[in-house]
């Protein structure tokens, strides 16, 4: 029971489709497990109630939002949601993140229209979940802020706009870190490698008609520690630690979970 007696909003809990688990709903089934309160926030509604549904089974304590991460709008009400329901917000966990299935694209190939819609689903709803949600942590003089970035951001990622926007999320991270230290707030990002995920594995395979398995295959052979990508539970107990009291005086901090493809960076 690591986050007994908290809150957490997950935005981004359902997940894409595909046979294996995603991080958010990971992470929400996580938090849920360990104590928490859950809100499931998600543009796809019915797939953050797949997330609650699969907290309530075991018992726990979940309900589900839906909000498009780039209608500041709806960030808005999701958080009013969380407070009116629970009367608190301990856990922020941003987790909405897209690249291939939001058109991106090489630097010399990309459009005003992908960049622009990739930017804001993965960089300015970060940025706009934290807006509403620091003025509730501040006044309760507690947070923690988890910001799903990735290894992207600091390898080598043909893609630009992912990149780029979480490369930002690091920054912005930090800088969110050490401008509400003073409260007790701590926000520290997550940098996913290669996961065996629907949203990394079979988005892939969809758009490249190939075969998941292929996919995978490929995946796996890239990763220094047993070969095999990691799953949706290590980026969930990652969030877990760093959502946790045990990370207490952890901020600002951009962890991978890579199983060792960082040690090749530098
Ligand atoms: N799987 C990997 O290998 C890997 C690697 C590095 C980083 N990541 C990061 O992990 C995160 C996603 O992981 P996941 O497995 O949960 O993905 P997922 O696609 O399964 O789940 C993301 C959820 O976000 C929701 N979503 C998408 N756009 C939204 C929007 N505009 N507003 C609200 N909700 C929206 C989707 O409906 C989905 O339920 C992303 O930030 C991604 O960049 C993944």
Request: charged residues 20%.
């Amino acid at each position: 029971m690591r986050l007994a007696n908290k809150v957490a909003m997950v935005v981004g809990a359902g997940q894409s489709p595909g046979e294996t688990l995603g991080n958010g709903r990971a992470t929400a089934l996580l938090f849920a497990r360990e104590g928490a309160k859950v809100l499931a926030v998600d543009r796809d509604i019915a797939a953050a109630e797949q997330t609650t549904a699969l907290i309530r089974q075991v018992g726990g304590e979940a309900e589900a939002f839906e909000a498009d991460v780039v209608s500041e709008e709806a960030l808005r009400l999701a958080l009013a949601d969380c407070i009116g329901r629970w009367g608190r917000l301990d856990v922020l966990h941003n987790n909405v993140g897209i690249s291939v299935a939001g058109g991106d694209a090489t630097p010399t190939e990309i459009t005003e229209e992908a960049f622009d819609r990739i930017m804001a689903v993965n960089l300015r709803g970060i940025v706009l979940a934290c807006k509403h949600a620091l003025p509730v942590m501040r006044k309760q003089r507690c947070g923690s802020i988890v910001n799903i970035s990735s290894l992207a951001a600091i390898d080598n990622y043909p893609w630009v706009t992912y990149k780029a926007s979480k490369a930002a999320v690091i920054a912005y991270t930090k800088q969110i870190a050490i401008q509400n230290a003073e409260y007790g707030i701590r926000a520290n990002a997550i940098l996913p490698g290669l996961m065996d995920t629907p949203m990394a594995v079979d988005t892939r395979a969809r758009a490249w008609n190939r075969t998941r398995a292929e996919i995978a295959a490929e995946r796996d052979a890239k990763v220094p520690l047993r070969n095999k990508q990691g799953t949706a539970w290590d980026v969930a107990h990652a969030a877990l630690f760093l959502a946790s009291d045990e990370a207490g005086f952890i901020t600002g901090v951009a962890l991978p979970v890579d199983g060792g493809a960082s040690c090749r960076i530098g």
